[in-house]
Protein backbone atom coordinates (compact mmCIF):
# COMPACT_ATOMS: atom_id res chain seq x y z
CA UNK A 1 0.00 0.00 0.00
CA UNK A 2 1.16 3.68 -0.79
CA UNK A 3 1.92 6.38 1.52
CA UNK A 4 -1.41 8.00 0.65
CA UNK A 5 -3.84 5.62 -0.85
CA UNK A 6 -7.18 6.70 -2.37
CA UNK A 7 -9.04 3.70 -2.36
CA UNK A 8 -12.83 3.32 -5.01
CA UNK A 9 -13.63 7.00 -3.72
CA UNK A 10 -17.29 8.29 -4.70
CA UNK A 11 -18.49 11.54 -4.56
CA UNK A 12 -22.42 12.38 -5.49
CA UNK A 13 -24.52 15.81 -5.12
CA UNK A 14 -27.74 14.19 -5.55
CA UNK A 15 -27.91 12.65 -8.90
CA UNK A 16 -24.62 13.82 -9.94
CA UNK A 17 -21.36 11.55 -9.83
CA UNK A 18 -18.92 13.79 -9.10
CA UNK A 19 -16.13 11.34 -8.66
CA UNK A 20 -16.80 7.43 -9.54
CA UNK A 21 -14.60 4.67 -7.77
CA UNK A 22 -11.55 6.92 -8.24
CA UNK A 23 -8.21 5.08 -6.73
CA UNK A 24 -4.46 6.72 -6.26
CA UNK A 25 -1.71 5.44 -4.73
CA UNK A 26 0.68 8.45 -3.79
CA UNK A 27 4.64 7.51 -2.78
CA UNK A 28 6.25 9.70 0.01
CA UNK A 29 7.88 12.58 -1.61
CA UNK A 30 5.93 12.40 -5.12
CA UNK A 31 4.92 15.60 -6.76
CA UNK A 32 1.38 13.98 -7.84
CA UNK A 33 -0.73 15.85 -10.49
CA UNK A 34 -4.19 15.46 -11.36
CA UNK A 35 -4.99 17.04 -14.70
CA UNK A 36 -8.35 17.27 -16.39
CA UNK A 37 -10.89 19.93 -17.85
CA UNK A 38 -12.87 22.02 -15.22
CA UNK A 39 -15.69 20.08 -13.70
CA UNK A 40 -14.22 16.87 -13.79
CA UNK A 41 -13.95 16.46 -10.07
CA UNK A 42 -10.71 17.70 -9.33
CA UNK A 43 -10.94 19.61 -6.49
CA UNK A 44 -13.43 17.91 -4.99
CA UNK A 45 -11.23 15.06 -4.99
CA UNK A 46 -8.20 17.08 -2.76
CA UNK A 47 -11.63 18.35 -0.43
CA UNK A 48 -11.94 14.89 0.41
CA UNK A 49 -8.64 14.44 1.21
CA UNK A 50 -8.14 17.25 3.65
CA UNK A 51 -11.56 16.81 5.13
CA UNK A 52 -13.69 19.64 3.74
CA UNK A 53 -16.15 17.19 2.62
CA UNK A 54 -16.61 13.13 2.95
CA UNK A 55 -16.90 10.97 -0.18
CA UNK A 56 -20.16 9.14 -0.27
CA UNK A 57 -18.00 5.82 -0.55
CA UNK A 58 -14.72 4.77 -0.38
CA UNK A 59 -11.81 5.66 2.09
CA UNK A 60 -8.50 7.27 2.38
CA UNK A 61 -5.15 5.69 4.27
CA UNK A 62 -2.35 7.29 5.32
CA UNK A 63 0.65 5.38 6.06
CA UNK A 64 -1.79 2.52 6.44
CA UNK A 65 -4.24 4.63 8.95
CA UNK A 66 -7.70 5.52 7.82
CA UNK A 67 -7.92 9.04 8.13
CA UNK A 68 -11.28 9.11 5.73
CA UNK A 69 -14.52 7.35 5.14
CA UNK A 70 -17.67 8.58 4.09
CA UNK A 71 -18.76 8.78 8.11
CA UNK A 72 -15.22 10.36 8.90
CA UNK A 73 -12.76 13.07 8.40
CA UNK A 74 -9.36 13.28 9.22
CA UNK A 75 -8.34 14.37 12.81
CA UNK A 76 -6.97 17.50 13.55
CA UNK A 77 -3.47 15.83 14.18
CA UNK A 78 -3.57 14.72 10.62
CA UNK A 79 -4.96 17.68 9.08
CA UNK A 80 -2.04 19.45 10.39
CA UNK A 81 0.01 17.33 8.07
CA UNK A 82 -2.19 17.97 5.16
CA UNK A 83 -1.67 21.56 3.87
CA UNK A 84 -3.24 23.47 1.59
CA UNK A 85 -3.03 26.31 -0.77
CA UNK A 86 -5.93 27.26 -2.92
CA UNK A 87 -6.54 29.31 -6.47
CA UNK A 88 -8.04 32.01 -4.52
CA UNK A 89 -5.12 32.19 -1.72
CA UNK A 90 -7.37 31.66 1.21
CA UNK A 91 -5.56 34.63 2.78
CA UNK A 92 -7.56 36.95 5.85
CA UNK A 93 -7.83 40.52 3.67
CA UNK A 94 -7.74 42.38 7.47
CA UNK A 95 -4.12 40.84 8.40
CA UNK A 96 -0.87 41.47 7.03
CA UNK A 97 1.60 39.12 5.46
CA UNK A 98 3.19 38.16 8.82
CA UNK A 99 -0.25 37.41 10.79
CA UNK A 100 -1.58 35.76 8.42
CA UNK A 101 1.47 33.39 8.66
CA UNK A 102 0.95 33.50 12.40
CA UNK A 103 -2.71 32.80 11.82
CA UNK A 104 -1.26 28.82 11.72
CA UNK A 105 0.53 28.80 14.27
CA UNK A 106 -2.39 30.37 16.30
CA UNK A 107 -4.33 27.24 15.52
CA UNK A 108 -1.84 24.58 16.25
CA UNK A 109 -1.13 26.73 19.69
CA UNK A 110 2.44 27.03 18.87
CA UNK A 111 2.26 31.29 18.56
CA UNK A 112 5.16 32.95 20.10
CA UNK A 113 5.09 36.38 21.02
CA UNK A 114 7.73 37.92 19.04
CA UNK A 115 6.09 36.15 15.52
CA UNK A 116 10.12 34.88 15.13
CA UNK A 117 8.81 31.39 12.79
CA UNK A 118 6.21 33.44 10.90
CA UNK A 119 9.58 35.79 10.03
CA UNK A 120 11.63 33.02 9.67
CA UNK A 121 8.95 31.19 7.38
CA UNK A 122 8.69 34.52 5.46
CA UNK A 123 12.42 34.70 4.88
CA UNK A 124 11.82 31.52 3.22
CA UNK A 125 9.49 32.09 0.40
CA UNK A 126 11.66 35.34 0.06
CA UNK A 127 8.68 38.16 0.84
CA UNK A 128 10.89 39.10 4.16
CA UNK A 129 10.42 42.39 3.10
CA UNK A 130 6.84 42.47 2.59
CA UNK A 131 5.71 41.30 6.19
CA UNK A 132 4.07 44.01 6.68
CA UNK A 133 2.01 44.24 3.66
CA UNK A 134 -1.67 43.42 3.67
CA UNK A 135 -3.27 41.00 0.66
CA UNK A 136 -4.44 44.25 -1.05
CA UNK A 137 -1.01 45.62 -1.38
CA UNK A 138 0.67 42.19 -2.90
CA UNK A 139 0.52 40.87 -6.04
CA UNK A 140 -1.21 37.51 -6.95
CA UNK A 141 2.21 35.53 -6.98
CA UNK A 142 3.34 37.32 -3.37
CA UNK A 143 0.04 36.39 -1.89
CA UNK A 144 0.66 32.84 -3.27
CA UNK A 145 4.10 32.62 -1.31
CA UNK A 146 2.25 34.12 1.60
CA UNK A 147 0.07 31.43 1.47
CA UNK A 148 2.35 28.66 0.83
CA UNK A 149 4.58 30.13 4.18
CA UNK A 150 1.21 29.92 6.26
CA UNK A 151 0.77 26.03 4.95
CA UNK A 152 4.41 25.68 5.59
CA UNK A 153 3.88 26.80 9.25
CA UNK A 154 1.84 23.46 9.64
CA UNK A 155 5.08 21.26 9.26
CA UNK A 156 2.85 19.47 6.69
CA UNK A 157 3.63 16.22 5.42
CA UNK A 158 1.61 15.95 2.25
CA UNK A 159 0.69 19.85 0.39
CA UNK A 160 -2.35 19.75 -1.65
CA UNK A 161 -2.60 22.60 -4.32
CA UNK A 162 -6.08 23.33 -5.71
CA UNK A 163 -5.39 25.18 -9.10
CA UNK A 164 -2.88 27.11 -7.17
CA UNK A 165 -0.80 29.07 -10.11
CA UNK A 166 -4.49 29.30 -12.08
CA UNK A 167 -4.87 32.91 -10.99
CA UNK A 168 -1.14 33.71 -12.15
CA UNK A 169 0.44 34.86 -15.42
CA UNK A 170 2.88 32.23 -16.60
CA UNK A 171 6.09 33.51 -15.35
CA UNK A 172 4.43 33.87 -11.75
CA UNK A 173 2.60 30.54 -11.94
CA UNK A 174 6.78 29.02 -13.27
CA UNK A 175 7.83 30.89 -10.22
CA UNK A 176 5.72 29.24 -7.70
CA UNK A 177 5.68 25.79 -9.44
CA UNK A 178 10.00 26.30 -8.69
CA UNK A 179 9.35 27.10 -4.87
CA UNK A 180 7.20 24.15 -4.53
CA UNK A 181 9.55 21.32 -6.65
CA UNK A 182 12.31 23.07 -4.41
CA UNK A 183 10.29 22.14 -1.39
CA UNK A 184 9.42 19.09 -2.60
CA UNK A 185 13.42 18.16 -2.67
CA UNK A 186 14.88 19.89 1.03
CA UNK A 187 12.46 18.54 3.16
CA UNK A 188 10.58 15.65 1.11
CA UNK A 189 6.93 17.33 0.93
CA UNK A 190 4.59 15.21 -0.65
CA UNK A 191 2.82 17.20 -3.18
CA UNK A 192 -1.17 16.70 -5.32
CA UNK A 193 -1.30 19.34 -7.37
CA UNK A 194 -4.68 19.75 -9.09
CA UNK A 195 -4.44 21.53 -12.75
CA UNK A 196 -5.80 22.44 -15.77
CA UNK A 197 -2.64 23.83 -17.16
CA UNK A 198 -0.97 20.85 -18.92
CA UNK A 199 2.35 22.85 -18.78
CA UNK A 200 2.29 23.37 -14.80
CA UNK A 201 1.73 18.94 -14.30
CA UNK A 202 4.44 18.57 -17.30
CA UNK A 203 6.63 21.14 -15.37
CA UNK A 204 6.31 19.99 -12.06
CA UNK A 205 5.25 16.47 -11.53
CA UNK A 206 6.70 12.51 -11.71
CA UNK A 207 3.74 10.88 -11.32
CA UNK A 208 0.42 12.38 -13.14
CA UNK A 209 -3.74 10.85 -13.24
CA UNK A 210 -6.33 12.13 -15.66
CA UNK A 211 -9.68 12.70 -14.31
CA UNK A 212 -12.15 12.91 -16.93
CA UNK A 213 -15.99 13.09 -16.30
CA UNK A 214 -15.60 11.77 -12.50
CA UNK A 215 -13.34 8.66 -13.50
CA UNK A 216 -9.55 8.24 -13.73
CA UNK A 217 -8.81 7.54 -17.22
CA UNK A 218 -4.91 6.88 -17.08
CA UNK A 219 -2.26 7.41 -14.48
CA UNK A 220 1.28 6.41 -14.03
CA UNK A 221 4.61 7.79 -13.92
CA UNK A 222 4.61 11.62 -16.22
CA UNK A 223 6.72 10.58 -19.00
CA UNK A 224 4.63 7.26 -19.78
CA UNK A 225 1.42 9.27 -20.04
CA UNK A 226 2.91 12.15 -21.74
CA UNK A 227 4.54 10.47 -24.29
CA UNK A 228 1.66 8.15 -25.10
CA UNK A 229 -1.54 9.09 -23.98
CA UNK A 230 -4.12 6.33 -24.39
CA UNK A 231 -7.35 8.06 -23.55
CA UNK A 232 -9.27 10.38 -25.90
CA UNK A 233 -9.02 12.89 -23.13
CA UNK A 234 -5.17 12.67 -22.03
CA UNK A 235 -4.55 12.94 -26.43
CA UNK A 236 -6.56 16.35 -26.29
CA UNK A 237 -4.42 17.58 -23.02
CA UNK A 238 -1.52 16.88 -24.12
CA UNK A 239 -1.28 16.74 -28.33
CA UNK A 240 -3.37 19.52 -28.11
CA UNK A 241 -0.70 21.58 -26.31
CA UNK A 242 -0.84 25.59 -27.83
CA UNK A 243 -2.46 24.02 -31.03
CA UNK A 244 -5.74 26.26 -30.68
CA UNK A 245 -7.26 25.71 -34.76
CA UNK A 246 -8.53 22.33 -35.27
CA UNK A 247 -7.20 20.02 -37.77
CA UNK A 248 -9.59 18.89 -40.02
CA UNK A 249 -7.58 17.12 -43.03
CA UNK A 250 -7.67 14.07 -42.92
CA UNK A 251 -4.30 12.29 -44.17
CA UNK A 252 -2.14 13.50 -41.17
CA UNK A 253 0.47 11.28 -39.51
CA UNK A 254 1.89 11.48 -35.95
CA UNK A 255 5.27 10.87 -35.09
CA UNK A 256 6.45 10.41 -31.98
CA UNK A 257 10.26 11.11 -30.13
CA UNK A 258 11.86 10.82 -27.47
CA UNK A 259 15.40 12.06 -26.75
CA UNK A 260 16.04 11.64 -30.56
CA UNK A 261 14.72 14.89 -31.44
CA UNK A 262 18.00 15.70 -33.33
CA UNK A 263 18.01 13.56 -36.37
CA UNK A 264 16.92 15.24 -39.72
CA UNK A 265 13.77 13.58 -39.16
CA UNK A 266 11.79 15.50 -42.24
CA UNK A 267 14.98 15.99 -44.82
CA UNK A 268 15.20 12.19 -44.58
CA UNK A 269 11.52 11.44 -45.60
CA UNK A 270 12.12 13.87 -48.46
CA UNK A 271 15.48 12.71 -49.29
CA UNK A 272 15.35 9.21 -48.67
CA UNK A 273 11.38 8.34 -49.23
CA UNK A 274 10.85 10.76 -52.00
CA UNK A 275 7.77 12.03 -49.71
CA UNK A 276 7.18 15.88 -50.34
CA UNK A 277 5.66 16.54 -46.52
CA UNK A 278 4.62 19.45 -45.43
CA UNK A 279 4.48 19.74 -41.24
CA UNK A 280 1.02 20.96 -39.76
CA UNK A 281 2.14 21.05 -36.53
CA UNK A 282 5.19 20.11 -34.05
CA UNK A 283 5.01 20.76 -30.01
CA UNK A 284 7.74 19.19 -28.13
CA UNK A 285 7.40 18.94 -24.10
CA UNK A 286 10.86 18.43 -21.63
CA UNK A 287 9.91 16.29 -19.03
CA UNK A 288 12.97 15.42 -16.40
CA UNK A 289 15.42 16.99 -19.16
CA UNK A 290 14.77 14.72 -21.76
CA UNK A 291 12.48 15.91 -25.14
CA UNK A 292 9.52 14.21 -25.78
CA UNK A 293 7.87 15.55 -29.03
CA UNK A 294 5.26 15.17 -31.28
CA UNK A 295 5.19 15.60 -34.82
CA UNK A 296 2.02 15.81 -37.53
CA UNK A 297 2.60 15.85 -40.76
CA UNK A 298 0.56 16.01 -44.52
CA UNK A 299 1.19 13.57 -47.03
CA UNK A 300 0.51 14.59 -50.80
CA UNK A 301 -1.18 11.61 -51.48
CA UNK A 302 -1.54 9.49 -48.57
CA UNK A 303 -2.69 6.34 -49.88
CA UNK A 304 0.32 6.26 -51.92
CA UNK A 305 2.77 7.35 -49.63
CA UNK A 306 1.87 6.17 -46.64
CA UNK A 307 3.15 2.32 -46.91
CA UNK A 308 6.70 3.78 -48.09
CA UNK A 309 7.04 5.83 -45.01
CA UNK A 310 5.44 3.38 -42.65
CA UNK A 311 8.50 0.92 -43.99
CA UNK A 312 11.03 4.04 -43.24
CA UNK A 313 9.71 4.57 -39.64
CA UNK A 314 9.52 1.16 -38.40
CA UNK A 315 13.52 0.97 -39.45
CA UNK A 316 14.54 3.97 -37.33
CA UNK A 317 12.31 2.49 -34.61
CA UNK A 318 10.26 5.64 -34.11
CA UNK A 319 6.67 5.57 -33.22
CA UNK A 320 3.97 6.88 -35.28
CA UNK A 321 -0.08 6.55 -35.76
CA UNK A 322 -2.90 8.14 -37.47
CA UNK A 323 -4.47 11.46 -36.41
CA UNK A 324 -7.79 10.93 -36.13
CA UNK A 325 -10.26 13.63 -37.12
CA UNK A 326 -11.80 14.26 -34.28
CA UNK A 327 -9.45 14.31 -31.59
CA UNK A 328 -8.19 17.63 -31.84
CA UNK A 329 -11.79 19.51 -32.23
CA UNK B 1 -40.09 74.55 25.67
CA UNK B 2 -37.02 75.49 27.25
CA UNK B 3 -33.10 74.44 26.52
CA UNK B 4 -33.22 72.37 29.30
CA UNK B 5 -35.94 70.24 28.13
CA UNK B 6 -34.64 69.92 24.71
CA UNK B 7 -31.43 68.51 26.27
CA UNK B 8 -33.81 66.13 28.61
CA UNK B 9 -35.69 64.84 25.42
CA UNK B 10 -31.86 64.77 23.42
CA UNK B 11 -30.44 62.55 26.21
CA UNK B 12 -33.52 60.13 26.17
CA UNK B 13 -33.72 59.49 22.57
CA UNK B 14 -29.95 59.14 22.61
CA UNK B 15 -30.58 56.78 25.65
CA UNK B 16 -33.21 54.64 24.06
CA UNK B 17 -31.32 54.27 21.11
CA UNK B 18 -27.80 53.42 22.49
CA UNK B 19 -28.98 51.55 24.85
CA UNK B 20 -31.21 48.96 23.05
CA UNK B 21 -28.84 48.95 19.88
CA UNK B 22 -25.77 47.38 22.35
CA UNK B 23 -28.00 45.16 23.69
CA UNK B 24 -29.85 44.23 20.18
CA UNK B 25 -25.94 43.44 19.15
CA UNK B 26 -25.04 41.51 22.32
CA UNK B 27 -27.76 38.72 21.26
CA UNK B 28 -27.93 39.73 17.56
CA UNK B 29 -23.99 38.91 16.71
CA UNK B 30 -24.30 35.52 18.32
CA UNK B 31 -28.01 34.74 16.78
CA UNK B 32 -26.48 35.94 13.34
CA UNK B 33 -22.88 33.63 13.95
CA UNK B 34 -25.17 30.71 14.25
CA UNK B 35 -27.75 31.61 11.17
CA UNK B 36 -24.40 31.92 9.21
CA UNK B 37 -22.78 28.67 10.16
CA UNK B 38 -25.78 26.73 10.37
CA UNK B 39 -26.86 27.62 6.93
CA UNK B 40 -27.22 25.38 3.57
CA UNK B 41 -23.81 27.22 2.35
CA UNK B 42 -22.15 28.16 5.82
CA UNK B 43 -19.13 26.05 7.49
CA UNK B 44 -21.65 23.72 9.75
CA UNK B 45 -25.00 23.30 7.73
CA UNK B 46 -27.56 21.92 10.19
CA UNK B 47 -31.14 22.34 8.47
CA UNK B 48 -32.99 22.51 11.88
CA UNK B 49 -30.88 24.41 13.71
CA UNK B 50 -31.04 27.35 11.28
CA UNK B 51 -34.92 26.78 10.76
CA UNK B 52 -35.82 27.40 14.77
CA UNK B 53 -33.53 30.11 14.97
CA UNK B 54 -34.48 31.90 10.88
CA UNK B 55 -37.95 31.10 12.17
CA UNK B 56 -37.89 32.97 15.77
CA UNK B 57 -35.92 35.86 13.83
CA UNK B 58 -38.48 35.77 10.88
CA UNK B 59 -41.46 35.47 13.16
CA UNK B 60 -40.65 38.56 15.91
CA UNK B 61 -39.17 40.59 12.40
CA UNK B 62 -42.85 40.42 11.20
CA UNK B 63 -44.62 41.98 14.17
CA UNK B 64 -45.18 45.45 13.79
CA UNK B 65 -43.15 47.42 16.62
CA UNK B 66 -45.85 48.94 18.21
CA UNK B 67 -47.64 45.62 18.34
CA UNK B 68 -44.88 44.04 19.85
CA UNK B 69 -44.37 46.85 22.81
CA UNK B 70 -48.35 46.15 23.63
CA UNK B 71 -47.66 42.26 24.02
CA UNK B 72 -44.50 43.08 26.19
CA UNK B 73 -46.02 45.58 28.46
CA UNK B 74 -46.54 42.84 30.73
CA UNK B 75 -43.08 41.65 30.46
CA UNK B 76 -41.62 45.47 30.75
CA UNK B 77 -44.03 46.23 33.78
CA UNK B 78 -42.48 43.09 36.10
CA UNK B 79 -38.64 43.70 35.02
CA UNK B 80 -38.67 47.68 35.19
CA UNK B 81 -41.40 48.35 37.68
CA UNK B 82 -43.62 50.13 35.14
CA UNK B 83 -44.59 49.43 31.77
CA UNK B 84 -44.91 52.96 30.58
CA UNK B 85 -44.36 56.53 31.45
CA UNK B 86 -40.71 56.81 31.44
CA UNK B 87 -37.68 56.30 28.78
CA UNK B 88 -35.91 53.01 29.98
CA UNK B 89 -39.32 51.94 29.15
CA UNK B 90 -38.99 51.30 25.92
CA UNK B 91 -35.31 49.37 26.15
CA UNK B 92 -36.78 45.67 26.59
CA UNK B 93 -39.75 46.35 23.25
CA UNK B 94 -36.69 48.19 21.11
CA UNK B 95 -34.76 45.50 22.25
CA UNK B 96 -37.13 42.74 20.67
CA UNK B 97 -38.18 45.05 17.97
CA UNK B 98 -34.38 45.18 16.96
CA UNK B 99 -32.31 41.94 17.08
CA UNK B 100 -33.73 39.92 14.88
CA UNK B 101 -33.06 43.01 12.41
CA UNK B 102 -29.42 43.21 13.61
CA UNK B 103 -28.88 38.98 13.16
CA UNK B 104 -30.29 39.24 9.45
CA UNK B 105 -27.46 42.07 9.47
CA UNK B 106 -24.85 40.13 11.22
CA UNK B 107 -25.71 37.14 9.10
CA UNK B 108 -25.40 39.14 5.86
CA UNK B 109 -21.58 40.17 6.68
CA UNK B 110 -20.32 37.63 7.47
CA UNK B 111 -21.89 35.69 4.05
CA UNK B 112 -19.75 38.32 2.52
CA UNK B 113 -16.66 36.50 3.69
CA UNK B 114 -14.86 34.78 0.94
CA UNK B 115 -15.26 30.77 1.04
CA UNK B 116 -11.53 30.13 0.00
CA UNK B 117 -11.07 32.26 3.68
CA UNK B 118 -12.88 29.73 5.69
CA UNK B 119 -11.73 26.67 3.87
CA UNK B 120 -8.62 27.87 4.51
CA UNK B 121 -8.70 27.83 7.99
CA UNK B 122 -10.93 24.49 7.92
CA UNK B 123 -8.10 22.86 6.41
CA UNK B 124 -5.86 23.47 9.39
CA UNK B 125 -8.19 21.59 11.20
CA UNK B 126 -9.42 24.72 12.93
CA UNK B 127 -12.31 24.73 15.88
CA UNK B 128 -16.05 26.01 14.59
CA UNK B 129 -14.83 29.00 17.83
CA UNK B 130 -11.96 29.14 16.28
CA UNK B 131 -13.97 30.03 12.65
CA UNK B 132 -15.37 32.53 14.42
CA UNK B 133 -13.05 34.35 16.34
CA UNK B 134 -10.23 34.29 13.38
CA UNK B 135 -12.27 34.88 10.38
CA UNK B 136 -15.95 35.27 10.63
CA UNK B 137 -15.79 38.29 12.57
CA UNK B 138 -12.60 39.59 12.06
CA UNK B 139 -13.02 39.64 8.42
CA UNK B 140 -16.57 40.73 8.10
CA UNK B 141 -15.41 43.99 10.84
CA UNK B 142 -15.84 46.84 8.24
CA UNK B 143 -19.06 45.52 7.24
CA UNK B 144 -20.65 44.41 10.40
CA UNK B 145 -19.47 48.41 11.72
CA UNK B 146 -21.87 49.80 8.70
CA UNK B 147 -24.38 47.55 9.80
CA UNK B 148 -23.83 48.45 13.34
CA UNK B 149 -24.99 52.33 12.24
CA UNK B 150 -27.48 51.45 9.75
CA UNK B 151 -29.00 49.44 12.64
CA UNK B 152 -28.69 51.98 15.04
CA UNK B 153 -30.33 54.75 12.71
CA UNK B 154 -33.45 52.00 12.18
CA UNK B 155 -33.83 52.06 16.43
CA UNK B 156 -33.32 55.59 16.15
CA UNK B 157 -36.57 55.93 14.28
CA UNK B 158 -38.24 53.42 16.38
CA UNK B 159 -38.21 55.68 19.31
CA UNK B 160 -41.23 57.58 17.53
CA UNK B 161 -43.46 55.02 19.53
CA UNK B 162 -41.84 56.42 22.85
CA UNK B 163 -44.86 59.31 22.46
CA UNK B 164 -47.48 56.72 22.55
CA UNK B 165 -46.32 55.32 25.85
CA UNK B 166 -45.44 58.70 27.37
CA UNK B 167 -41.59 57.27 27.32
CA UNK B 168 -40.42 60.87 26.13
CA UNK B 169 -37.72 61.31 23.75
CA UNK B 170 -36.87 64.29 20.67
CA UNK B 171 -39.63 62.87 18.46
CA UNK B 172 -42.44 62.50 21.24
CA UNK B 173 -41.60 65.83 22.22
CA UNK B 174 -42.42 67.35 18.55
CA UNK B 175 -45.44 65.36 18.25
CA UNK B 176 -46.76 66.71 21.49
CA UNK B 177 -46.15 70.51 19.62
CA UNK B 178 -48.13 68.87 16.73
CA UNK B 179 -51.20 67.92 19.33
CA UNK B 180 -51.09 70.98 20.97
CA UNK B 181 -50.92 73.70 17.96
CA UNK B 182 -52.47 71.32 15.60
CA UNK B 183 -52.95 74.34 13.14
CA UNK B 184 -49.50 76.38 13.42
CA UNK B 185 -47.39 73.76 14.82
CA UNK B 186 -44.33 74.46 12.00
CA UNK B 187 -44.02 78.37 12.86
CA UNK B 188 -42.31 77.46 16.25
CA UNK B 189 -38.97 77.40 15.90
CA UNK B 190 -38.53 74.83 18.38
CA UNK B 191 -39.96 72.10 16.13
CA UNK B 192 -37.15 72.84 13.62
CA UNK B 193 -34.85 72.46 16.43
CA UNK B 194 -35.74 69.14 16.87
CA UNK B 195 -36.09 68.21 13.44
CA UNK B 196 -32.14 69.45 13.14
CA UNK B 197 -31.11 68.09 16.10
CA UNK B 198 -32.40 64.37 15.11
CA UNK B 199 -30.90 65.14 11.46
CA UNK B 200 -27.63 65.65 13.06
CA UNK B 201 -27.77 62.70 15.32
CA UNK B 202 -28.57 60.36 12.39
CA UNK B 203 -25.75 61.96 10.19
CA UNK B 204 -23.43 61.86 12.97
CA UNK B 205 -24.15 58.16 13.62
CA UNK B 206 -23.84 57.29 9.72
CA UNK B 207 -20.88 59.14 9.03
CA UNK B 208 -18.91 57.93 12.30
CA UNK B 209 -19.82 54.57 10.73
CA UNK B 210 -18.84 54.52 7.65
CA UNK B 211 -15.70 56.80 8.77
CA UNK B 212 -14.96 53.92 11.11
CA UNK B 213 -15.42 50.78 8.74
CA UNK B 214 -13.37 52.37 6.05
CA UNK B 215 -10.45 53.34 8.90
CA UNK B 216 -9.80 49.45 10.17
CA UNK B 217 -10.51 47.66 6.42
CA UNK B 218 -7.75 46.88 5.40
CA UNK B 219 -8.52 45.99 1.66
CA UNK B 220 -7.67 49.03 0.43
CA UNK B 221 -4.55 50.36 -1.27
CA UNK B 222 -3.06 52.91 0.94
Known sequence: MGYLEL??????????????????????????????????????????????????????????EKIVSPKMKPPRRIREKIAMIFQGFGLLEQRNALENVHLAFEITGEDDKDQAKSKA??????????????????????????????????????????????????KTSDEIISLLESLNKEIGLTIILISHQIEVVEKACNKVAILDKAKIVENGPISDIFLSPKSEIGKSLIYAGDLKTPLSDKHLIRLLFDGDADSPLVSNIVTKCGILVSIVYANTHTLQGKVYGQLILKLPSYDKDIQKLEKYLSIEHIRYEEVSSNELE | MNWSNLWTATYETLLMTIISSLLAYVIGIPLGVLLFMTSKNGPKPNKWVNIIVGGIVNILRSVPCMLLIIIL???????????????????????????????????????????????????????????????????????????????????????????????GGLISRAYSFYSAHSGNYLSFPNVWIIILIVLIIVQLIQELGLYIAHKVDKRKVN
Open chain 2, 73 to 167: LPLTRSLLGRGTGAWYTMLIPLFFASFPFVSRMVEQSLSEVKKDEIEALESMGASNLELVKKVLVPESKPSLISGFSVSTISILAYTSFAYDFGA
Open chain 1, 7 to 64: KNISKRFGDQIVLDEVSLSVEKGDIYGVIGLSGAGKSTLVRIINGLETPTEGEIFLNN
Open chain 1, 121 to 170: LLKKVTLADKEKNYPSELSGGEKQRVAIARALALRPEILLSDEATSALDR
